[in-house]
């Protein structure tokens, strides 16, 4: 039985969030006071999603844990499968061996077919989940920036923030004053390290 592959690449997680964004996003008041206002009046500023990402306590931890429930799931197939291999092999033995009847073989048989579809039915199954966990990690990372977002927003008044990975998904080139991809980190690492202390002292999981 072939490992299961699990988790999306940081690559891939940043193509799912540009896909989910669609376009440019940002509070849509007007200003001409800030240094990245071109000659349009629009006040604009980017962030690199590979590198926010890549960076992202939260992405990271949750992202540990989803490998670790990976590999305890494709360890507990592995065994079950190798387990009903080595039944066969031995009912196939016992057979040549002529150390049981037809009937009987036959009987065993049909129970180890039997078994075989429950592994691959548990086997499918783990895949749907595994897909449904990074699914709704992705979702849950994305509504994590765009929630940090309105708030850093609120005083910053740009126009618009675009989304940008190492593809250039969103910008071919881009000033790197206009680039707000560490201040956007610091303050997602420094608002989730917060949330994860509360949860801590307060004694849940």
Do not use: H
Request: cysteine-free.
């Amino acid at each position: 039985m072939k490992n299961i592959p699990l988790f999306v690449s940081i690559a891939a997680l940043v193509v799912a969030i540009v896909a989910l964004i669609g376009s440019p996003t940002g509070n849509k008041k007007t200003t001409t006071s800030n240094p990245t206002t071109g000659s349009s009046g629009l006040s604009v500023a980017y962030i690199s999603l590979d590198t926010l990402v890549d960076a992202y306590d939260y992405y990271n931890e949750e992202k540990t844990k989803l490998i670790q429930w990976s590999e305890e799931k494709e360890v507990s197939l592995e065994s079950r499968y190798k387990a009903l291999q080595r039944k066969a092999m031995e009912l196939q033995q016992q057979v040549q061996d002529k150390m049981m009847t037809p009937t009987t073989a036959q009987k065993k048989g049909e129970q180890l077919a039997y078994q075989e579809q429950e592994i691959m039915r548990d086997k499918q199954t783990y895949e749907y989940e595994a897909m449904d966990k990074n699914q709704q990690l992705t979702l849950s990372v994305f509504d994590s920036i765009k929630s940090y977002l309105k708030v850093y927003n609120a005083d910053k008044n740009y126009n618009l923030i675009l989304a940008n990975d190492t593809l250039g998904t969103s910008i071919l080139l881009g000033d790197q004053g206009m680039d707000i991809t560490k201040e956007i980190l610091d303050g997602l690492n420094k608002r989730y390290r917060t949330y994860a202390g509360t949860k801590d002292s307060s004694g849940t999981k």
